[in-house]
Structures are given as structure tokens and as C-alpha cells.
Nanobody
Framework: QVNLVESGGGLVQPGGSLRLACVAS????????MAWYRQAPGTQRELVAH????????YGNSVKGRFTISSDDDAKSTVVLQMNSLKPEDTAVYFC????????????????WGQGTQVTVSS
């Protein structure tokens, strides 16, 4: 079993910054990819950023130039989202997602979601 635990959400004023972190634990050596999605009330979940095992990152159009996704360890089981210049429209629950699991020499084509962390941008 694999668990993803997010941290770092909270309340911040417009223009401020937050740093989200996601740590995977359990039967995992590394993932092929880790990502952040978000969902605001009444909207569909949207991709915020994705980081591949090779280090390539892609971003949703609304966060390009403001958010940065990175891995916090060589095992690629931790992902960080640095969010700068936050706007009220960034308010949402942010979910960590991991897919393509490698463990003990075997590959598992599965996907895991964290429970989510609330980010609120308001004055």
C-alpha cells in the first residue's frame, strides 16, 4: 500500500507565497511521475503541474511563471510545489497525485491520490 501525505496549505494574502509538499510512503522506490491537481468549489479538477521522473515539468496555463514543481529527494517519492504571486483564483483544494510505481525491481501501472490540502488566497 502507498500513502501520499500533503502539507503546507493555509491562508495567504494575494501576492503571497506558499510551499506545498507531498511525501509518499509505503511500498515505493520511485514514481514515473508526480503531480499537483486542484479543485475549487463547483469546478472540475485541473492539472496544476506535473513532474516526470526524468525531471521534465509541465504547468497549467493559469500558473505558468508563478508556480514551480520540484522533487525533494533523489528517490523521486517527494514532490514540492512552490507557489508565488498567489491570486484569489488560486483558492482550491490541492491534491498530490503519483503514478507509475517502481518497487523492488517491479513496475506497477497504478495511481495514487492524496487527501488534499486547502489553499485559500484572500485579504
Amino acid at each position: 500500500q502507498v500513502n501520499l501525505v500533503e502539507s503546507g496549505g493555509g491562508l495567504v494574502q494575494p501576492g503571497g507565497s506558499l510551499r506545498l509538499a507531498c511525501v509518499a510512503s509505503g511500498n515505493i522506490d520511485r514514481f514515473n511521475g508526480m503531480a499537483w491537481y486542484r479543485q475549487a468549489p463547483g469546478t472540475q479538477r485541473e492539472l496544476v503541474a506535473h513532474l516526470s521522473r526524468g525531471g521534465s515539468a509541465i504547468y497549467g496555463n493559469s500558473v505558468k511563471g508563478r508556480f514551480t514543481i520540484s522533487s525533494d529527494d533523489d528517490a523521486k517519492s517527494t514532490v514540492v510545489l512552490q507557489m508565488n504571486s498567489l491570486k484569489p483564483e488560486d483558492t482550491a483544494v490541492y491534491f498530490c497525485v503519483a503514478n507509475g510505481r517502481w518497487y523492488d525491481g517491479s513496475f506497477f501501472n497504478d495511481q495514487y491520490w492524496g487527501q488534499g490540502t486547502q489553499v485559500t488566497v484572500s485579504s
